[in-house]
């Protein structure tokens, strides 16, 4: 295309030129220029291709100042560029080692990169995660207070963290004291509450979960159905079986859940009549299902209802073999007086562990003389 160009401009020319330079020689136009006494004549030709120079000249001296007013701005431009790409070449660079395990690397890029980037905090935090890999706890905690300064407004997300730096770093008192103030000030953030009740687990302080998990169910229903459970278990254990009956009641009610079966038989209820009518209501819907028939044994049992305990546990053990429930059952024919139904159960036990481990063959006997 430029060359097409080229050869127009050339074949113009060589046409043109000559033809201006005939015109020029026959026109004998002139400009009369008058300055008080003095008067100038030049040719016509002469006056246009002198204009046309001097606007030529006029542009491009415009432009060369302009060229040289603008040379500091347009270099601060230019080294403003390279930095930007020289931080952007350090933040890939730091993610990149990041992925890789190269914890050195990654902190060292990111840390450099963090200071003229435009998601400082971000390789900050970056930048700690690979200090604790590194095991290197003093600087990944300056790194996250450096990230906190450029973000004063974030304190809750960074101070989560924090928290899981920690933990990751096996400094699990220090993460749970953040987790806990954290949690004070905001009651109502559900995930720091989660961490929280994660946290009180590790260290086994199951009544710190139970009081958690129980305060934010009066303040919102519990909805995942593990965290239910888990409440349900721990008032059970902590002697609140009729907290764990009614909240199990209400639940089956809306879903149908073994577990939670299960754990209604478990549960004490303030009022066991009522209770085992509600167990017995459910059957009908769910007939031979072994979770609810163990749940009516144990509420029967709960109740003195030997008998119908006694039904509903071999109901349950027709249908699933359960070591620790047969025993149970076991115990009651014994107190009821039903020493044969005891022993035959006793049996079945033996026989499930009959031959469960190899024994060796018995000796052989030698032929007497």
């Known amino acids: ?42 040719p016509l030709w002469f006056v246009i291709a002198a204009m046309l120079l001097s606007g030529v000249a006029s542009y491009y ?3 060369l100042l302009q060229a040289v007013f603008f040379a500091p701005r347009r270099m601060h431009r230019w080294f403003d ?3 930007q790409r020289r931080v952007q070449d350090l933040t890939l660079g730091g993610y990149l080692a990041l992925l890789e395990g190269n914890w050195t690397a990654a902190s060292r890029d990111l ?18 995660q690979a200090r604790i ?22 304190r809750v997300p960074l101070g989560i963290y924090q928290a899981k ?78 907290a764990a009956e009614e909240l199990l009641r209400k639940q089956l009610g809306r879903q149908w859940r073994n577990e939670w079966v299960e754990l209604y038989g478990l549960a004490s209820g303030q ?24 749940a009516l044994a144990r509420i029967c049992q709960r109740n003195a209802l030997w008998a119908k305990a006694r039904d509903y546990y071999e109901g349950y053990l027709k249908l ?9 059952l076991v115990q009651l024919l014994q107190a009821m007086g039903e020493t044969e139904k005891a022993q035959h159960w006793l049996q079945k036990i033996a026989a499930h562990h009959e031959h469960v481990l190899p024994l060796p063959a018995p000796p052989s006997r030698s032929p007497t003389l």
């Not at 043109?16 to 008067?39: E, H, K, Q, Y």
């Not at 073999?321 to 047969?326: F, I, L, N, T, Y």
């Open 1 to 42: 295309m430029r060359l097409r160009r080229w050869i127009l401009l050339f074949i113009t020319g060589l046409i043109g030129l000559p033809l201006l330079l005939r015109a020029i020689a026959l026109d004998d136009s002139f400009v009369v220029f008058v300055f008080g006494a003095t008067t100038v004549e030049m």
């Open 165 to 242: 730096l920690l933990q990751q770093a096996g400094v699990l008192e220090k993460a749970h004291d953040i987790l806990q103030t954290l949690a004070a000030e905001h009651p109502r953030h559900a995930y720091l509450q989660k961490l929280l009740v994660d946290s009180y687990r590790r260290r086994g302080d199951t009544e710190k979960v139970l009081a958690i998990l129980s305060q934010q169910h009066r303040q919102k229903p519990l909805q995942d159905p593990q965290l239910v459970t888990e409440l349900c278990r721990l008032q059970i254990s902590h002697n609140n079986g009729a």
């Open 81 to 83: 560029r390279r930095a």
């Open 271 to 294: 009022d066991g009549v009522k209770q085992l009518q509600t167990a017995e209501k459910w059957l009908k819907d769910h007939p031979g299902n072994p979770a609810l028939l163990l």
């Open 320 to 328: 699933q073999k359960d070591e620790p429930v047969a025993r149970d």
């Open 133 to 154: 890999e590194h095991e290197d706890l003093a600087s990944a905690e300056m790194l996250v207070r450096q990230a906190e300064q450029l973000l004063p407004d974030a």
């Open 111 to 128: 840390q450099k990169a963090g200071k003229k980037s435009g998601n400082a905090a971000l390789n900050y935090l970056l930048a700690a």
């Open 61 to 63: 001296a415009a432009r």
